[in-house]
Nanobody, 125 residues
Framework: QVQLVESGGGLVQPGGSLRLSCAAS????????MAWFRQAPGKEREFVAG????????YYGDSVKDRFTISRDNALKMVYLQMTDLKVEDTAVYYC??????????????????WGQGTQVTVSS
């Protein structure tokens, strides 16, 4: 497992941008596919984006394609989520996550067992 701490959330107006960061600890970070999920009040946790171990291959949930960009820096043990053209419906707590099987690509939260504490993103005018 890896330990994860998210930061960068806040209040932003519709159409604005925000960058989330996830700091990881542990020597095996570069061996893990990494992902971002989000959870809005009263809703299930939703897959947002994932990225391969080497940072070359991203994959996205349909609701954020072409607006969000995931990236990672293995030397710094960081994962980022650049969010643009934010919408009210993007309001949620955003979580960084690592999968149970380190090299497993998935969009299902049940297949992830390392989670950060979450960071709140609120999109409102």
């Amino acid at each position: 497992q890896v330990q994860l701490v998210e930061s960068g959330g806040g209040l932003v107006q519709p159409g604005g941008s925000l960058r989330l960061s996830c700091a990881a600890s542990g020597d095996t970070f570069r061996s893990y596919v990494m992902a971002w999920f989000r959870q809005a009040p009263g809703k299930e946790r939703e897959f947002v984006a994932g990225i391969s171990m080497n940072g070359i291959i991203p994959y996205y949930g349909d609701s954020v394609k072409d607006r969000f960009t995931i990236s990672r820096d293995n030397a710094l043990k960081m994962v980022y989520l650049q969010m643009t053209d934010l919408k009210v419906e993007d309001t949620a707590v955003y979580y960084c996550a690592a999968p149970i099987q380190p090299n497993f690509y998935s969009d299902k939260s049940s297949e992830f067992d390392s989670w950060g504490q979450g960071t709140q993103v609120t999109v409102s005018s």
